[in-house]
């Protein structure tokens, strides 16, 4: 999970198919069917979706235990880079943080080949014939009803025109169709519905509650605000919904509003390094917002890293807290027409919002480049390096390390020759 945090660009749908690949293909520790649940129920709750996933995922290897360590290890890399780099925000060079900018188009290439790769299995993995058809005409149509604010913005036109509709809404959507369709199925069986497993998710939670609580006693002795904080940090996650970008609204109203962080402080300092590194946007900031409270009323590097550590643990607890509830309910029900439904369809829908967020991250590689005049550059080479990894990935079976780096290396090159040129 450490491993796959220090990769996680282009928000939580991008790291499905990574750890589909790692746990279900490569670890074997679950199958398909399990997979694709632990996608329904980290999409379908509020929170972060990638520190959801790696919440369940664990939650099936090792219990509570295994929730607990694979959402923080999942959230840790990113909550790191951002505080530490925060920390020396005055003193980096812009030639260096240029040079971290060049480094993210190489692994934005290879994540999108993962990306084809998961979309390119949902096609194969379909039946022939209507039903296979029908598979990859929901595909295309979530793609084409999700893109329109990503392509307006890569082809450089006014966003507030674009037609386009949210991840949430899509969800919202299947399953309204879902359920009337199950709805009006004159095929009838009786479903058992399983128990809860009530002492399993009152461990989960109580392990969640704990790790807030241990890292909200040091901070509330480096300032009067921590109480508050942690409050509106548990509150801003459950109020999550629609990834990333969404959740920078939530965390306007809930902490610059009430002057827990200034604008400035906000959208001039944490919301570009947040932006810049991997990770959860929603820790990221968490966190970026809690160093900058505790080192602006301590004035000292470790007061702000204490208070930082309690929107860490606030952001992946509270995101686990619901996925819990949420999972259980979902698995003890999970016999319904409506849940095989949602398990059947699932994948296409996925895999249409995929596809966006391939554009996506073509969009933030031209991006890269934009301030030394080699936007369109920028997206060439991440184009380059994408069909570069397609080829190692499917011909050469390259491992995912080699991969990475192989990305990483050829695109602060190419990125430099031309900036240079």
Not at 388 to 402: A, E, H, T
Request: charged fraction near 15%; glycine fraction near 10%; hydrophobic fraction near 50%.
């Amino acid at each position: 999970m450490l491993k796959v945090g220090c990769i996680g660009f282009g928000g939580g749908s991008a790291l499905i198919p990574i750890l589909h690949k790692t746990y279900v293909e490569e670890e074997k520790v679950m199958d398909e069917t399990e997979y694709e649940e632990a996608v329904v129920i980290s999409s379908i709750t509020p929170g972060a979706l990638t520190i959801k996933l790696a919440g369940e995922i664990g939650r099936r290897v090792a219990g509570w235990k295994g929730m607990f360590v694979g959402a923080s290890a999942m959230a840790l890399p990113g909550v790191f880079l951002t505080t530490t780099l925060l920390s020396f925000i005055t003193n980096l060079s812009q030639e260096f943080v240029q040079q971290m900018e060049f480094s993210t188009v190489g692994v934005m290439s290879y994540i999108a080949c993962m990306l084809t790769d998961y979309i390119w299995k949902t096609i194969q993995q379909r039946e022939h014939g209507a039903k296979g058809y029908l598979s990859i005409g929901i595909t295309v149509m979530v793609f084409l009803l999700t893109c329109g604010k990503t392509l307006y913005r890569l082809l450089g036109l006014d966003v507030t025109k674009a037609f386009y509709i949210s991840t949430l809404d899509v969800f919202l959507v299947t399953f309204v169709i879902i359920l009337i369709k199950t709805a009006f199925s004159k095929y009838r069986k009786r479903y058992i519905v399983k128990s809860l497993k009530w002492v399993d998710m009152v461990k989960e939670i109580g392990s969640m509650l704990i790790a807030v609580f241990v890292t909200l006693i040091p901070a509330m002795l480096v300032t009067k605000d921590a109480l508050m904080y942690s409050i509106n940090g548990v509150l801003s996650t459950m109020m999550s919904f629609g990834g990333g970008d969404a959740y920078l609204t939530v965390a306007d109203g809930l902490f610059v509003s009430t002057e827990l962080v200034t604008e400035d402080a906000f959208y001039g300092t944490i919301i570009p390094v947040v932006n810049l590194l991997p990770g959860s946007i929603l820790c990221k900031t968490l966190s970026g917002i809690g160093y900058w409270i505790g080192y602006t009323e301590s004035g000292q590097l470790l007061g702000g890293y204490t208070v930082a550590m309690l929107g860490f643990a606030c952001g992946f607890a509270a995101s686990c807290g619901i996925v819990s509830v949420v999972g259980g309910l979902y698995r003890s029900l999970g016999e319904i027409p409506i849940f095989q439904a949602v398990k059947l369809w699932i994948r296409p829908v996925v895999s249409g919002l995929m596809l966006n967020v391939i554009l996506s991250l073509l969009y933030q590689s031209r991006e890269a480049g934009v301030a030394n005049d080699a936007g369109w550059m920028m997206f060439f080479v991440m184009l380059f390096i994408y069909g570069v990894n397609l080829f190692l990935y499917y011909r050469k079976k390259s491992n995912n390390v080699r991969m990475v780096i192989m990305s990483v290396v050829v695109s602060i090159i190419l990125c430099n020759v031309m900036t240079i040129s």
